[in-house]
């Protein structure tokens, strides 16, 4: 087994506790120190191995580990390293998208982006080249309106555990004929996609209903943010964003004269709005308003902007 964070732990786990199944070696990266102290501890992987007596490896010494385990397969799931294509005999991998669309790292935070309907999990043969080996199993899963990084991941890992042990078995009893992919239909994501400059937001030239999405995407990390207003632009203070909503003033009558008839509606792209213990800003399409709801201003802890509201100025 192949695999690194905590998606890679529930999938260790479903297998390890299958009596089906057999792990006899774990390849996963190096414990890392963490906190202001930079204390080593060790991740969750290797403490379960350690518990589970699995021998495990962390060093990429791939042929010490063809050497020293008798294996049948391997099953890669997040490890974030590359892996040699002469070790990938009988290798299997689980990503999170329907393949061959969002090939890469990030295919999750990317669905929820570019405002996909449906995204799934795909099991398949892994290959030195990116994402492209042939497909052994897909499912299908929808994309809620609510859906966060987070929430969407965790469902899919859910799902993955459910159907993983049974498609291995197949595998292996020559039940799947493998269907290759059509490279006409590929597409990539990248590490570089998620980045913390590209989650700054831009109200002047993004359109709401991507920034919303950018906030549900990116999500634990590295988190949609904005700067607020302020008469030195270098000095102004940036508000991260982790919840927030939509507001069609067309919808929303009362709303709207209300703010109309105090003259908060400047119809300027970026303008923020206070209103009562609620926070609005303006966006590029006209009467539609972007709501931040759960935010953390630069210097103070995460709260709901109804506890920050005093303190913005606009």
Known sequence: FIGSNWEALETLSVLNSDNRFSIVGVLT??????????????????????NESIPFYTDKNFKQIEKELDYDLILCKSYGEMIPGWFLKNALNVHYSLLPKYRGAVPIQKAIIDGEERTGISIIKMTDKLDSGDI???REERILPTDTNITLRKRLVKISGKVLPEVILDWESKKIVPIKQDESKATYCYKD????EKAFIDFRRVDPYLTERMVRALLPWPV????????????????????????????????FSTLKEENLIKNLPG???????RLFIESIVPNV??????????????????????????
């Open 193 to 196: 996609d998620v980045s913390k």
């Open 271 to 277: 303008n923020y709005i206070k209103y009562k213990s």
């Open 29 to 50: 990266q190096p414990s890392k120190p963490v906190g202001r102290e930079q204390i080593v501890k060790s991740t969750d992987i290797i403490a379960y191995c350690k």
């Open 289 to 314: 308003l972007f709501e931040p709801t759960d935010i953390q201003i630069e210097g103070k802890r995460r709260m709901h902007v109804s506890e920050a509201i005093n303190g913005i100025r606009v």
């Open 136 to 138: 052994l199993f897909q």
């Open 224 to 255: 949609a943010w904005c700067k607020l207003p302020g008469d030195i632009p270098d000095n102004r203070k940036r508000m991260r964003i982790f919840a927030s909503n939509i507001l069609d003033l067309d919808e929303e009558s009362t709303l």
